[in-house]
């Protein structure tokens, strides 16, 4: 990409300034491009081609993961949260699932969160043209690789129960499972791929550059402050619109360091991801597979839904720190009878946001309900692993995790407490969302009441979580917004 710019070394003026390169910010790059517009987009982290780690996780981790892999949230219980900071953002590092945002979910937010006019029919071009720039089509196990997620599958229509092929961003998939480092193969399309790459009217887009603060005047922004990272050196880039897209935790501390408390206890929404270690009864060398072919979608409308990641020897290792090396030797002596599954939820609790020294400060306790909540699920996709054929599962407990029985997994799950669950998030939303009520920073459009030339389109702006992989939703909610902009 010729347009990129590493190192600023100049104050710069544009019409258009967009903060961040994720999923939002890169509908807001295109569309502004295609209308050929004067439009700059920066990035905090560096430009890497998809398959530029090859696979290595610990060099991705330290290079395109924001602070090398994930932050803490400190509460009851104590959480990691993952996301993408380099040009593509967390398009780059998730599975590429493209979903379609539930209806249930956008009926549930026109009525109870106040927003008008991003209901199925009015996103419906939005979905197609995001589909079709990712290249988005459903997985199948057709090459017979996904063992794990065909079980599943299988053992779950036979019951009766949801469950269906995912909508993937890819060109192709040669199995190398290892999409949170980006796509070894090329084959996973992420933002930076299927749209900052081919742009009509090309846009400067700096890397490497952070925006330290937002500098106003009367009911309008200004420019901003932003620091070169290479050089330590601060400029300032002023414009006529400034959009935000810097993702669920940076944009709202970026807006309480700038601009005050005028955005009010800023909460974030999570999906909750528990991952379940399993060994089953013959070889399935899910090594060979790939993340998220299959899912149950059940109980997507209580807030669970269940997949297959398949088995990565480094990832099952992290995820299962707590056993000695002696346990772990024993489990990867069976390295083909391995795999690993995630049960997602999404619960009421939410993440809240403090600005402690321009540092974000992250807090979080679940509630009764939704540890009662994750419990259920737990119980019943254990149960439903012991019927697929696996002979042993492993929880993600702090101890007295590894099980042989449903009755065993049944007398410890009643027993859980909330700070012994091992859980990270990935998925982050909601955090500034918009609204017709007043009372909230964005408006209906997207617009800040506050300033009339500030705009956000990240995940920040969606109501509430949604269930399942939020990209698609950002995105298609990014377009509706860019549509209304003045």
């Known amino acids: 990409m010729k347009n990129i710019i590493r190192n600023l070394d100049k104050d710069l003026s544009c019409d258009f300034l967009i903060v961040g390169s994720g999923a939002g910010g890169s509908v807001a790059a295109s569309e502004l491009s295609a209308k050929g517009k004067d ?15 090859k696979g290595s996780t610990k ?19 104590n959480i990691a949260f993952g996301e993408g900071m380099c040009l593509g953002g967390s398009t780059y590092i998730n599975g590429g699932l493209i979903w379609r945002t539930p209806e249930h979910v956008l009926e549930t937010w026109e009525r109870e969160n106040k927003i008008e006019g991003y209901n199925l ?27 794990d997620s065909q079980i599943i599958y299988d053992k779950a229509i036979e019951k009766n ?3 269906l092929f995912v909508p993937r961003a890819i060109k192709h998939c040669f199995r190398h499972n290892n999409c949170s480092t980006g796509c070894s193969s090329k084959g996973k399309i992420s933002v930076l791929d299927g749209y900052l790459k081919d742009l009509k009217n090309k846009i400067k887009i700096i890397v490497n550059a952070k925006v330290s603060k937002i500098l106003t005047s009367g009911n309008k922004v200004k420019f901003i402050n932003i620091l070169n990272k290479n050089n330590n050196k601060t400029y300032k880039i002023s414009f006529n619109k400034l959009i935000l897209a810097c993702g669920a935790t940076q944009t709202p501390q970026l807006l309480r360091k700038s601009l005050g408390r005028i955005v009010g206890n800023t909460n974030m929404k999570i999906h909750l991801n528990l991952r379940i270690g399993a060994k089953y009864k013959e070889s399935i060398d899910s090594n ?3 993340i998220f072919t299959t899912q149950i979608q059940e109980f997507l409308k209580e807030g669970a839904i269940f997949m297959s990641s398949n088995f990565n020897k480094s990832l099952f290792a992290s995820a299962n720190s707590k056993m000695s090396s002696e346990e772990m030797q024993s489990f990867l002596r069976d390295e083909d009878k391995l795999t690993n599954f995630v049960l997602q939820v999404a619960p009421k609790s939410h993440v809240k946001i403090n600005n402690y020294f321009d540092v974000p400060f992250l807090q979080f306790r679940l509630s009764d309900a939704d540890l009662m909540m994750i419990k259920k699920h737990l119980l019943f996709f254990s149960c439903f692993l012991f019927d697929c054929g696996f002979k042993q599962i492993v929880l993600p407990l702090q101890k007295g995790y590894k099980f042989n029985s449903y009755e065993a997994v049944k007398e410890r799950i009643e027993k859980i407490k909330k ?12 955090s500034v969302p918009i609204s017709k009520d007043k009372y909230y920073f964005f408006d209906n459009n997207g617009q800040s009441r ?4 500030l705009y956000c389109v990240d995940a920040s702006v969606l109501p509430s979580n949604i269930g399942e992989s939020p990209q698609g939703t950002i995105m298609a909610f990014a377009h509706e917004i860019m549509d209304r902009m003045n």
């Not at 700070?419 to 909601?430: A, D, P, Q, T, Y």
């Not at 506050?450 to 030339?453: A, E, I, T």
């Open 419 to 430: 700070n012994e669950l091992e859980m990270i998030s990935v998925h982050g939303m909601s």
């Open 121 to 147: 029919k009015n996103l419906e071009k939005h979905f197609k043209k995001i589909e079709t720039n990712l290249h988005v089509r459903v997985e199948n196990n057709s090459d017979g690789l996904n063992k």
């Open 288 to 290: 060979k597979g790939t």
């Open 59 to 77: 060099n991705s981790f330290l290079k395109v993961w924001r602070n090398s892999g994930f932050t803490p949230i400190i509460g009851n219980p």
């Open 161 to 163: 129960l949801k469950a």
């Open 39 to 53: 439009c700059i987009l920066v990035e905090e982290g560096d430009y890497f081609e998809i398959d530029h780690f």
């Open 450 to 453: 506050k300033f009339d030339n």
